[in-house]
């Protein structure tokens, strides 16, 4: 237990609440939406932060551990936003849920994205539900005056939310997929040269959601010399750092590779500092 400087124990700004489902919806093939009636936690909450969620369904069903879910939509005055990729027994039981039901959340947690206020222009790349870890990103930065551009990588058209992830922000989407070669290594490439050698050069850069696109992104910014972060996602047993079970390798200032937790340490990190998994 944490004590302040008068023996008296500290505030913890991180707990379990129950909070109230206020929408639950199918996004698209294979995403849902989940907003919940939080506005105090909505506000405590930066872009890049986690939740620890209990995937129990109205009947009270679903696995044991909790699971790690991005924030995706956050803020004062806005409803607490979870975009999920429904694939497994956990994340089948959260889009179970309806409005009106019950939801236990432990967070916010994790270090968030660190916008600077001398940047001007932003540039996201993310791939999938990585999406959903960056689009808080795009509302922060315009609120701050700073133009975003975003390259949004899926499979097929049908699988791409701009909307989503956009939101009021204004960002400029590129949009490129599988199915017509356009997310293909070399086609980024060519593309994220022609950006970083245009006159809308980004100031920064941030990615989730691909380790071939961060791979690609890390080489590029080095040898261009742009600043960058990245949201990395890994399983979680605690969410609080107690358990070691999301632990990753990072490379540390002085060049040694240390090892980090992921929930406590992260989720973001400095984009050259990580390594691929």
Known sequence: MDLGPDGVAADFPVREQVLTVAESVPVGRRYHRLLLNAPGLSAASRPGQFFHLLCRDGGGNGPYLRRPMSIWRCGEGKPLGFLLHVKGRGTAALAALRAGDHLSVVGPLGQGFTLDPAWRRILILARGVGLATLAPLTEAAAARGIAVRAVLSAQAPEDLMAAEFSGDSGAEITPVFDSDGSSAVP????????????????????????????????RLAGEYGIPGQIALEQQMGCGLGMCFCCVRQIRAPDGQVVNLRVCAEGPVFDLQAALAW
């Open 187 to 218: 086609a980024m490439e060519a593309l994220l040269r022609a950006t970083f050698e245009g006159s809308s050069r980004p100031d920064a850069v941030f990615t989730c959601g691909s380790n071939r696109l961060f791979l690609l992104l890390q």
